[in-house]
């Protein structure tokens, strides 16, 4: 499976188990995390592949964002995380 900037990913190990992020950027063996409040885009949070699992959900605003090259915010991010979590 690809890993897809913009879509969502969960946590696996650490002491932020079970935390849902954004990807926003990936390289050979990491990804960069980001959930708006305390890992920002700014100030990514760096993870091992094999220490996520990704959910393969992307936000449509998100998405949209991406799609026409518009700046990320990370109040995008936060609002983005909420609705999932309310709908979930």
Avoid: W
Avoid at 37 to 66: A, C, F, N, S, W
Wanted: with cysteine; hydrophobic share 35%; aromatic share 6%.
């Amino acid at each position: 499976m690809d890993i897809n900037i913009g879509t969502f990913a969960k946590s696996k190990a650490g002491h932020d188990a079970d935390q849902i992020y954004v990807i926003i950027d990936c390289d050979k063996e990491y990804v960069y995390l980001a959930d708006g409040r305390l890992k920002t885009i700014e100030k990514p949070k760096k993870k091992k592949i094999k220490h996520i699992q990704r959910i393969g959900y992307m936000d449509p605003v998100i998405g949209e964002k991406l799609e026409q090259n518009n700046l990320l915010k990370n109040e995008d991010i936060k609002k983005a995380i909420k609705d999932y979590k309310a709908g979930n």
